[in-house]
């Protein structure tokens, strides 16, 4: 590739051929420039570039590095397989919008007797408005003949979404002026709203003023009034009078400027693409309105244009119909269903959670531990259980052994008439999880001496494969993987905790005060 020579810009429009006509979806042009993005960026320096989000991309403070969990990294790794543009091109004209005016940059391809370049992003650079590079994978070489062709999918909503916000914010004025709007990616199958801001409070947006307005909004929709953009130069347009200028970029350097009127309701600078006529928007439903985050006493109106509108319906219908399956309800006693279901649920979580700390209390009686005397050690499973019953295991058998331990140092002081040496903690340790052979995640809780814990701990994450946890002051928890915690590593878990117990009790040489070698339970 050369090295870096600024073009000759004389040739180039300041106003795009699909500024000219938003309904052509292809034109034949040919290549001035194409260098890598770099070299683009770092010859015209003078002010940063603009992003794919229409944002400045200026320098950043280094910010410290947050740990990645595992859903992140995934989606990095998911990312990485993405294609990266490398170059930027600079067209004769183009069919393709760049990023601006709150219009996400068009998408296309490039065609050419050497084959067909996916255009990845469109970027007009913020020195000069004729500086619009198509960014690509591959390089195409300069004074190439190409055919450019626009994703008109995402063309012509972005145009439907475009013309509804001006429409809905010039039918909003002089009582609501907008402060901001957002053209949202549409995901597929998503339908995904927009929002604009409105210098209103929320409580002056009701649901019955939204409605008004809406009502209002789809009468011209129905009209089928004119969208017609208009291209002035500065002098002819400091000459014209009730032109509503919400944007700066448009008229940016020296170039002419362009408006967008709508046919007896508002003419408004604009370089985006729109509609020819508001009867091409089909119909523009207002979703709601909400407390606007970016600015105090403002007020967020969501909503949705045209192919979104249709989008939004079929899938609603299509949720409907699944719901009337599940629930065996039509839809006009869907919500009561649900209501009913969630109720009933929540009295069986209220249920289950209450016969849980039951049976942790009666899993917890020594009664069920006959061993407990030789291995000052309680061991407890149960698939189905959960972290309440875990808690409520290790406090119900906490307090058992502290009663068995207090009565026994009462009896020790009245027979030897003196005060016994403080008995060691006994090691609980209680699993839950693991059920269908081992394949459900698990979890683990012990408590005890701190030495004792402590050791056992590391024992423990030695023994379960991938268990991840910690803990201190004879405390441990873990977090056990699906297909870890069988049958047989349950009990040997529950070996492991005795042996060490035992073993660890009885390097303190005291035994806790029972006399030298003995575990004192």
């Known amino acids: 590739m050369s090295s870096f020579v600024k073009p000759d810009l004389e040739s180039v429009p300041y106003i795009l051929h699909c500024q000219k006509d938003p309904y052509a979806r292809d034109l034949e042009t040919n290549v001035l420039a194409c260098f890598e993005i770099c070299a683009w960026i770092n010859a015209y320096a003078a002010a940063p570039a603009e992003g794919p989000d229409g944002t400045a991309q200026a320098k950043t403070k280094k910010k410290k590095k947050k740990k990645k969990t595992k859903g992140e990294s995934a989606t990095a790794a998911a990312a990485a397989t993405v294609v990266e543009p490398r170059y930027g091109i600079l067209m004769a004209d183009t069919v393709l919008f760049p990023t601006g005016g709150g219009q996400p940059n068009d998408l296309g391809t490039i065609a050419f007797d050497g084959g067909i370049v996916s255009v990845l992003d469109v970027v007009r650079l913020p020195q000069d408005q004729r500086l619009v590079l198509h960014y690509v994978a591959d390089p195409i070489e300069s004074g190439t003949v190409v055919t450019l062709t626009v994703d008109w999918t995402r063309r012509f909503d972005h145009m439907q979404q475009h013309s509804a916000q001006h429409l809905v914010t010039a039918l909003a004025l002089?009582?609501?002026p907008t402060t901001t709007w957002n053209l949202s990616k549409n995901i597929t199958g998503q339908s995904s709203p927009c929002y604009l801001d409105l210098d209103a409070s929320s409580?002056?947006?009701?649901?019955?003023?939204?409605?008004?307005?809406?009502?209002?909004?789809?009468?011209?929709?129905?009209?089928?009034?004119?969208?017609?953009?208009?291209?002035?130069?500065?002098e002819e347009f400091a000459e014209l009078s009730g032109v509503r200028s919400g944007s700066n970029g448009i008229k940016a350097g020296r170039g002419p400027i362009r408006t967008v009127t709508i046919a007896g309701i508002e003419s408004n600078t604009c370089c985006g693409t729109h509609v020819a006529s508001t009867g091409h928007l089909q119909s523009i439903k207002l979703l709601r309105s909400e407390k606007s985050p970016a600015a105090k006493n403002h007020t967020r109106v969501w909503f949705l244009a045209g192919s979104r509108v249709l989008q939004l319906a079929g899938n609603l219908h299509k949720t409907s119909c699944q719901l009337t399956r599940v629930l065996t309800s039509g839809p006009s006693e869907h919500l009561a269903r649900v209501a009913e279901i969630v109720q009933n649920q929540k009295e069986m979580n209220r249920a289950t959670k209450q016969l849980l700390r039951s049976h942790a209390a009666l899993c917890a009686h020594l009664a069920h531990h006959a061993d407990f005397a030789a291995t000052h050690t309680i061991v407890q499973h149960l698939d189905e259980g959960n972290a309440d019953f875990m808690k409520n295991f290790l406090r119900e058998a906490g307090e058992n052994a502290a009663l068995r331990a207090s009565a026994r140092v009462e009896v020790k002081e009245e027979t030897k008439g003196g005060p016994a040496t403080e008995p060691n903690k006994p090691t609980i340790v209680v699993t839950v999880g693991g059920g269908a052979g081992g394949k459900q995640a698990g979890a683990c809780m012990m408590q005890g001496e701190p030495s004792v814990i402590g050791a056992l701990g590391k024992a423990v994450l030695a023994l379960l494969e991938g268990a991840r946890g910690g803990g201190r002051n004879g405390k441990f928890q873990l977090k056990i993987p699906a297909g870890i915690l069988t049958e047989s590593k349950v009990e040997r878990l529950a070996e492991l905790a005795k042996t060490t117990t035992i073993e660890m009790l009885l390097a303190k040489g005291d035994g806790g005060g029972g006399g030298r070698g003995k575990v004192d339970s």
Do not use: C, G, H, M
């Open 174 to 176: 002089p009582k609501w």
């Open 203 to 234: 409580a002056e947006i009701t649901e019955e003023v939204l409605a008004a307005l809406e009502d209002r909004v789809n009468e011209r929709v129905r009209a089928n009034l004119a969208v017609t953009p208009q291209i002035f130069s500065a």
